[in-house]
C-alpha cells in the first residue's frame, strides 16, 4: 500500500503565498508522476500542475506564471508553490501519484490519492 499525505494548506490574503507539500510512502518501487488537483465548492475537481520523474511539467492555464511544482525524488515528495495567489484558487487541493509498488503477489502500478488540504484565499 502506497499513502499519500499533504501538508502546507492555510488562510491567506490576495497576492499571497503558500507551499503545498505532498509526502508519498509505502511500498514503493517507482513514482511515474506526481500532481495537484483542487476542488472548489461547487465544481468539479480539475487539474492544477503535474510533473513526471523527469521532472517534466504541466499546468492548467489559470495558474500558469503563478503556481510552480517541483519533486524531490530522494523523498518521494512533490510541492506546489503558490504565488499572487487570488481569491478564485480558494479549493481543496488533492496530491496525486501513479505508482508501482510491490507486495506480497507481485507489482503493480496504480493512482493515489491524499486526503487534501484546504487554501482559503479571502482579505
Known amino acids: 500500500q502506497v499513502q499519500l499525505v499533504e501538508s502546507g494548506g492555510g488562510l491567506v490574503q490576495p497576492g499571497g503565498s503558500l507551499r503545498l507539500s505532498c509526502a508519498a510512502s509505502g511500498s514503493i518501487v517507482n513514482i511515474i508522476a506526481m500532481g495537484w488537483y483542487r476542488q472548489a465548492p461547487g465544481k468539479q475537481r480539475e487539474k492544477v500542475a503535474a510533473?513526471?520523474?523527469?521532472?517534466?511539467?504541466n499546468y492548467a492555464d489559470s495558474v500558469k506564471g503563478r503556481f510552480t511544482i517541483s519533486r524531490d525524488n530522494a523523498k518521494n515528495t512533490v510541492y506546489l508553490q503558490m504565488n499572487s495567489l487570488k481569491p478564485e484558487d480558494t479549493a481543496v487541493y488533492y496530491c496525486?501519484?501513479?505508482?508501482?509498488?510491490?507486495?506480497?503477489?507481485?507489482?503493480?502500478?496504480?493512482?493515489?490519492w491524499g486526503q487534501g488540504t484546504q487554501v482559503t484565499v479571502s482579505s
Open positions: 510533473i513526471t520523474s523527469g521532472s517534466n511539467t
Open positions: 496525486n501519484a501513479d505508482v508501482t509498488s510491490y507486495s506480497g503477489t507481485g507489482y503493480g502500478t496504480d493512482k493515489y
